[in-house]
């Protein structure tokens, strides 16, 4: 079997009943029947469209080569270690906590969620909620479920296009409407919503009031010079940078950058905010990538470029 090379991934569009009609200008795919919250860019259903592996669902590249994508001593051998979207409020998300990778492992999955959001777009007044109001405890978080008022308890935040949002578990949270964001995660789907508006949707207050933590690190993060790029954010489950070039520059190395802690051996995911450029790994063909779209270097590649063809601006994710 020959050497996995940089392939790119097509998303797949989840709907939302607080999603969009319009995904303009990330996407020209156009919904149907339901609004779309999601772009899932690495999920198990996302599907190669380039390369010897096109039409492959992510999850079989996975099982087929989880050695040359992650490295041959990788500890991650149930799933994919991150899961990366794109998402689109149009309203109030619901208000949720996710679980710790101790009470994960507690219900039978390799590990818990924690996150990160990166604003690609807000408009003005856009805020989100990140944890709860000094001072409130748990018996007041039940009563404000019951009453219809837990809103009030929440700490809201406003954001900003460019601004990097941590968000560990146990973080009671929720995602307003005008902004979005880049969501980069522990690969797991453990959600416990506590609240929604008043919608008719099941709620999971046992799990969700265990998982809750009343004081978490969840907030903004200031980005760090990083040689040519900025580390936007490094946490104990994912390192997100960020890199910007001019029009039509010459390649950019990636294998010889002068990050000070440059990727080792770590699959790259590498995701294009705004423009357009080629990649290029050895003597394979350049890999094309524009705005919206994400290309995963396997940590097989040990050399690989990118070349602008106009103003481009990605976000590369490493787990960690």
């Not at 999920?43 to 380039?50: H, Y």
């Not at 690609?120 to 404000?144: F, I, N, R, Y």
């Amino acid at each position: 079997m020959e050497k996995l090379a940089p392939f790119r991934l097509r998303p797949w569009f989840s709907p939302r009943v607080w999603g969009t009609w319009d995904m303009q200008p990330w996407y020209d795919y156009v919904p149907v029947d339901e609004p779309i919250g999601e772009a899932w860019l690495t999920g198990d259903d996302a599907v190669v469209d380039s390369g010897p592996l096109a039409g492959q669902n992510f999850s079989r590249v996975f099982a087929n080569h989880r050695a040359d994508l992650l490295g041959p001593g990788s500890e991650h051998a149930a799933r994919f270690p991150l899961l990366m979207k794109v998402l689109f409020p149009q309203d109030k998300l619901s208000v949720q906590v996710h679980p710790d990778d101790s009470m994960a492992r507690e219900r039978g999955e390799p590990h818990g969620k924690t996150e990160c959001w990166y604003a690609l777009d807000a408009k003005p007044g856009a805020e989100v909620a990140l944890g709860l109001q000094p001072g409130t405890t748990q018996s007041d978080v039940q009563a404000a479920i019951a009453s219809n008022t837990l809103e009030n308890l929440l700490r809201w935040v406003p954001v900003h296009k460019g601004d990097m949002i941590f968000v560990d578990a146990g973080t009671v949270h929720a995602i307003g409407p005008g902004v979005t964001l880049l969501e980069t995660q522990q690969n797991s789907d453990m959600t416990y919503r506590l609240y929604d508006y008043g919608r008719p949707r099941e709620l999971h207050l046992q799990d969700g009031m265990k998982a809750v933590k009343l004081k978490t690190q969840a907030g903004k993060v200031e980005p760090r010079a990083k040689g040519s790029g900025s580390l936007l954010i490094q946490s104990s489950y994912f390192r997100v940078d960020r890199f910007e070039f001019p029009a039509a520059n010459s390649p950019q190395n990636f294998a010889s950058r002068t990050d000070g802690d440059a990727p080792s051996g770590k699959v790259q995911l590498i995701f294009a905010a705004s423009g357009s450029g080629a990649i290029q790994s050895g003597g394979e063909a350049p890999l094309h990538l524009q705005r919206g779209q994400l290309a995963i270097i396997p940590a097989c590649v040990s050399d690989w470029s990118i070349t602008p063809a106009e103003p481009l601006e990605i976000l590369r994710a490493i787990p960690q």
